[in-house]
């Protein structure tokens, strides 16, 4: 499985971001989609995921409400919509994808392959 994220960039804080990530190779493989990010100095974080076949949704409590996942089999793409930005949200945002099915869908180690990231600034 092979991602790649796009769609980073400067967003004003109150704003909308769209960060989209493709998906190619054993997509049939694939269980859980999700996003993560990182800002300086911190850790990689939990933002949404979302399952490849149901369409079941899951999201960190500092975005619920403000992002929206989703995702299209017949484009093999996931989207993260980002409305109502904040400078908090500033960070690399990372795509990946879960094929064992093992551990929970908040946590990193449950994934097994990574986009390359992208990078969103919010500015305040």
């Known amino acids: 499985v092979q991602l790649q994220a796009s769609g980073g960039g400067l967003v004003q804080a109150g704003g909308s971001l769209r960060v989209s990530c493709g998906v190619s190779g054993r997509t049939f493989d694939i269980i859980t989609m999700a996003w993560f990010r990182q800002s300086p100095g911190k850790e990689r974080e939990f933002v949404a995921a979302?399952?490849?076949?149901?369409?079941?949704?899951y999201y960190a409590d500092s975005v619920k409400g403000r992002f929206t996942i989703g995702r299209d089999r017949a484009k093999n793409t996931v989207l993260l919509q980002m409305n109502a930005v904040r400078p908090e949200d500033t960070a690399v945002y990372y795509c990946?994808?879960?094929?064992?099915?093992?551990?929970?869908?908040?946590?990193?180690?449950?994934?097994?392959?990574w986009g390359q990231g992208t990078l969103v600034t919010v500015s305040s």
């Open positions: 979302i399952t490849w076949s149901g369409g079941s949704a």
């Open positions: 990946a994808a879960d094929t064992s099915l093992e551990g929970t869908v908040y946590s990193q180690n449950s994934y097994d392959y």
